[in-house]
């Protein structure tokens, strides 16, 4: 049974750091492009960044370019996500994924296949 259990979401100050996981179950991670999401309340959910099978290359949605770093752990079966300098806007719901295919991409979400539950992260002082 594929499975993603997301957790490391919380309450952080502006400018403070989180670092995100997302244990894998059911699959080898090794063998998928992976991604994280986040969906704020009323926005639609949006692709911040991805890690691809094989070469690894990485994604990152311009709002978070410099601040985020995707990274996977394939022996432990966990995915990353290391937010740093955090801003309010970044407060949402935020979901690891599945790719369907070898070479990740941030949209449309219908290229992910599986979907962890969410974690939520709140910026605020």
């Known amino acids: 049974q594929v499975q993603l259990v997301e957790s490391g979401g919380g309450l952080v100050q502006p400018g403070g750091s989180l670092r995100l996981s997302c244990t894998a179950s059911g699959f080898p991670l090794e063998g998928y492009a992976i991604g994280w999401f986040r969906q704020a309340p009323g926005k639609a959910r949006e692709g911040i960044s991805c890690i691809s099978r094989g070469d690894g290359t990485t994604i990152y949605e311009d709002s978070v370019k410099g601040r985020f770093t995707i990274s996977r752990d394939n022996a432990e079966n966990t995915f990353y996500l290391q937010m740093n300098s955090l801003k309010p806007e970044d407060t949402a719901v935020y979901y690891c994924?599945?790719?369907?295919?070898?070479?990740?991409?941030?949209?449309?979400?219908?290229?992910?296949?599986?979907w962890g539950q969410g974690t939520q992260v709140t910026v605020s002082s």
């Open positions: 994924a599945r790719g369907r295919f070898a070479q990740c991409v941030l949209t449309p979400t219908y290229m992910y296949d599986y």
